[in-house]
Each structure stands twice: as C-alpha cells, then as structure tokens.
C-alpha cells in the first residue's frame, strides 16, 4: 500500500492567479516558497506525491490539455533538477456540475487508486480551499488547510513546507 499526499496545486505549490485568470503556461507560473525542499522530504519518506487539482479553465476554451500536461511535465522537470518529484499529476477538466472528478467530488482520488492501493489511514489531502478540505474528508484522508483558518481540516498551516514539518513529525509519534 501507497501513503499518498494528494497536493492541490495552485496556492499550495505556485502562487494562485488572479481571480478569474488561469495559470495557461510555464512563464506564468510561480513556486511558492521552499516548495522542491518539502515534496523532496516526503519523497523521501517513500509518500507518493499525486496534484489534483481543477483545470475549468479546459472546458472554458482558455487553456488544452496538452498545455496543462506540458506546464505539468515543465513544473516536475524543475523539480527534477531540485531533487524532488511528483508522482503524477491528475486534473479535472470539466465545466462545474458536469461529472465526478471536479473537487469537492472524488473522481480524482478514485482515479489516483487505479494507480496505487492508497493506504488512507496515512495520507493527506493539502489544499488550500475549503473544496479541497471537504474532497479529502469525503474520500476519507487527513486534510491540512493552507490559509489562516478552515474550521473543518485537521491542521492549518501556513505553507506546504510547514504542513509537511506537521505531517512527519505526527507519523513519527504514531
Ligand atoms: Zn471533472
């Protein structure tokens, strides 16, 4: 069995953009901060590494999935050269309330079992919406919110390197 940290991507791994806008391509795309250094720790810890994330964008004729996947296959090459990496990525492309994959619903994590037996006990869902915190809850994974505060995660944190620091030190104590 797999311990799987499902990573929604932007706000959690590059900065969000502006409201209504999509991240369409490479140069528009940002890391946030010590982002290579924490995916490298859990890939060191044996977690795999699997973004979920929604890309309406697709169905909205702003972006194709070939760019989507090419940004992705950019953004792991970066990673790459940082020593860390990310397992796959998986995106709902779809306009909202058209299928089962689209975050809070679940399609994605059901998606990512055909890929691993996902050992859920220990693993997490980081987002940093409340969409993604009741994706993980429905699938039934810890969840950590990026953010100030979500009331219905079981951490919040300030970034994806502190919510590792969380995630490792609480498996350590069992
Ligand atoms: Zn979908």
Redesign the pocket.
């Known amino acids: 069995m797999a311990k799987v940290i499902f990573l929604d991507r932007d706000g959690v791994i590059n900065k969000c953009a502006k409201e209504h806008e999509y991240i369409t391509q490479w140069e528009y795309f940002e890391f946030l901060e010590n982002v290579p250094g924490a995916i490298r720790l859990l890939n060191n810890e044996e977690y795999k590494i699997v973004v979920i994330s929604n890309q309406r964008g697709i169905a909205r004729g702003i972006m194709t999935k070939d760019e989507v996947d090419e940004l992705h296959q950019r953004v792991n090459e970066y990673l790459n050269n940082n020593g860390a990496n990310i397992d796959c990525f998986l995106y ?3 306009e909202t309330g ?2 089962n ?2 975050k809070p619903d679940i ?1 994605l994590f059901l998606a990512a079992e055909r890929l691993f037996e996902v050992d859920k006990i220990h693993s997490y869902m980081i987002g940093d919406s409340e969409s993604d915190i009741i994706a993980g809850k429905n699938y039934g994974v810890k969840t950590v919110f990026i953010g100030e505060y979500n009331s219905l995660a079981d951490v919040c944190c300030k970034s994806l390197y502190e919510a590792v620091q969380i995630i490792l030190k609480g498996e350590r104590l069992g």
């Open positions: 709902c492309p779809h058209k299928c994959c689209r399609g």
